[in-house]
Nanobody, 122 residues
Framework: QVQLVESGGGLVQAGGSLRLSCTAS????????IAWFRQAPGKEREFVAG????????NYADSVKGRFTISRDNAKNTVYLQMNSLKPEDTAVYSC???????????????WGQGTQVTVSS
């Protein structure tokens, strides 16, 4: 069993920054990819950013490119999402997912964290 735990959410003013963390524990079995997804009230879950096992490959939703950066520290089993220049439309529950494929499709993510709330005030 694999557990993912997110942290770092909170309330921030527009233009501010937050850093989310996603730490994996348990039997991950193999090299894995991690992605962040978010879901705002009344909206579909959407892909935000993803990173491969080595960290060499990353990809981002167009809405966050240039503002968010995903990175990982495999020694700590942790993936980070640095969010800068936050906007009110970034307000959502952010969840990390683990997949054994490098993909933006949430259907391919087999383990999920509980989510952390990010609220950006205008």
């Amino acid at each position: 069993q694999v557990q993912l735990v997110e942290s770092g959410g909170g309330l921030v003013q527009a233009g501010g920054s937050l850093r989310l963390s996603c730490t994996a524990s348990g039997h991950t079995f193999s090299r894995y990819c991690i992605a962040w997804f978010r879901q705002a009230p009344g909206k579909e879950r959407e892909f935000v950013a993803g990173i491969s096992w080595t960290g060499v490959m990353t990809n981002y939703a167009d809405s966050v490119k240039g503002r968010f950066t995903i990175s990982r520290d495999n020694a700590k089993n942790t993936v980070y999402l640095q969010m800068n220049s936050l906007k009110p439309e970034d307000t959502a529950v952010y969840s990390c997912g683990l997949s054994y494929q490098y993909t933006t499709s949430h259907d391919e993510y087999v383990y999920w964290g509980q989510g952390t709330q990010v609220t950006v005030s205008s």
